[in-house]
């Protein structure tokens, strides 16, 4: 039987840290003690005016290539989960193949799950290599969502950040990713948008992401759990055999929550939301990345991904290292 396996990870956070207080100066009327208590950020990234969403994912790619320990000519499909592309099209995967200058013919594209967009593109590179069609592919979690922030709502603006985190999966014939789960509810979706888009030569509609929090919250707390003993019972391994759980990461309260509902204690619970903020599909392999180059993830030992986002799109995938 073919299988997945993650082989090397990688991931880019733009320019120097900016913290809660760098935001009170900047004139946003909130505060550190406001944003730690309800969220655990204590600080984020944010990309240059003008950065793309490619250019980030490209030094994550790179280093995840690097880890992995082979050529970006071996990739042979590239997705790239986004909900801020650089373009309505084409695809950022397909810049990201030029980028990387990939010119053997690969399938790229792209992915929409909102902040769920690594574990459905994770999910859907396993069952192209386990298919047998495709050996080596790239997945890439990508965002520069400060350009779909309203600076003047300071109920979201003080809650993402940008990066891009990438793995490489490869096929084997020893078990990697071992099960996914992956659910959407579209009734959900004005729960958390953005509403606009492009027509007739402008913007219609509204450009910045709006969200009801509460809502998003109670639901974050209710699936979480539930999905990650889905993926646990699919995978036929008991919950106890799980050593790390990567969640995304949106607020240190929802995280808490959901391992405390597991009962697994924090120490096996990989949290980034301090230093990177909610960065939506990049938040789930910019974690993996910190664990596996700070020497927490090590070979052998069993992670549980989970996330969720606008949709709502939820899912978990449970990978073997
Ligand atoms: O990645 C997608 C997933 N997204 C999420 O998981 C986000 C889920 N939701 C949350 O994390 C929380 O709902 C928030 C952190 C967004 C908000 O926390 P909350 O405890 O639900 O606060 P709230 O929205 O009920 O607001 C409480 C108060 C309000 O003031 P009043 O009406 O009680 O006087 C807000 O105006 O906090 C005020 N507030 C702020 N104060 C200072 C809202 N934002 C801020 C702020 N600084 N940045």
């Known amino acids: 039987m073919i299988c997945a396996r993650i082989v090397g990870t990688g991931s880019h956070l733009p320019g120097e840290p900016v913290t809660n207080d760098d935001l009170v100066r900047r004139g946003i009327d909130t505060s550190d003690e406001w944003i730690v208590t309800r969220t655990g950020i204590r600080a984020r990234h944010f990309a240059a005016p003008g950065c793309k969403s490619s250019e980030l994912a490209l030094v994550a790619a790179r280093r995840a290539i690097e880890a992995a320990g082979c050529a970006a000519g071996d990739i042979d499909l590239i997705i790239v989960a986004t909900s801020t592309p650089d373009f309505i099209f084409p695809s950022t995967a397909t810049l990201v193949q030029a980028g990387l200058g990939i010119g053997n013919g690969c399938a790229a594209f792209d992915m929409q799950a909102v902040c769920c967009g690594f574990v459905y593109a994770l999910s859907a590179a396993e069952k192209f290599i386990r298919s047998g069609s495709h050996r080596r592919a790239l997945i890439i979690g990508t965002e520069v969502f400060s350009n779909i922030l309203d600076w003047a709502d300071r109920s979201t603006c003080v809650l ?11 096929a084997s014939d020893r078990p990697g990713v071992r099960a996914s789960v992956l659910h959407a509810d579209g009734r959900h979706h004005p ?131």
Do not use: Y
Not at 160 to 170: K, P, R, T
Not at 264 to 285: C, Q, R, W, Y
């Open 160 to 170: 993402f950040g940008d990066g891009a985190g990438a793995v490489v999966l490869e």
């Open 191 to 321: 729960a958390l948008w953005v509403p606009g888009a492009v027509a007739g030569g402008r913007v219609t509609g509204d450009p910045f992401l709006r969200m009801d929090g509460q809502v998003v919250f109670k639901f974050a707390v209710k699936v979480l759990d539930e999905v990650v003993r889905e993926v646990v019972d699919l995978a036929n391994v008991p919950l106890g055999s799980i050593d790390w759980l990567v969640p995304h990461q949106a607020n240190i309260r929802i995280i808490q929550s959901s391992a405390k509902r597991l009962g697994l204690s924090m120490e096996k619970v990989v949290a980034t939301v301090d230093f990177h903020g909610n960065t939506s599909a990049a938040s789930i392999p910019l974690a993996l990345d910190c664990a596996v180059r700070g020497g927490r993830i090590r070979p052998g030992q069993r992670v549980v991904i989970e996330g969720i986002g606008g949709g709502f799109a939820w899912g978990a995938a449970l990978i073997d290292f």
